[in-house]
């Protein structure tokens, strides 16, 4: 994938996630798109408080995975390079 071609596909991948910022940052969270790999894996870093909190995996099934495959149907997996660390 040329560097154009990723940054457009980043950029439409912020776009779907803006439907889900607003829950995430109403939280004190957000998430941020760290890189989209050959095989469409978008790598993803929780921010603030979904570092740390016990419901990111289900943010992720529920929300962040919905929001990027109904608008990119071409990616595959989305994955938080952060895992959750609950304690």
Known sequence: MLAQEKAALI?????ALDDV????MSDGGNIEVVDVTEDMTVMVRWLGNCQNCNM???TMKAGIEVA????????QHIEAVNPVEVG
């Open 11 to 15: 950029n439409r991948i912020n776009e």
């Open 21 to 24: 910022r607003p829950h995430l």
């Open 56 to 58: 990111s995996l289900m």
């Open 68 to 75: 990027i495959k109904n608008k990119i149907p071409e990616v």
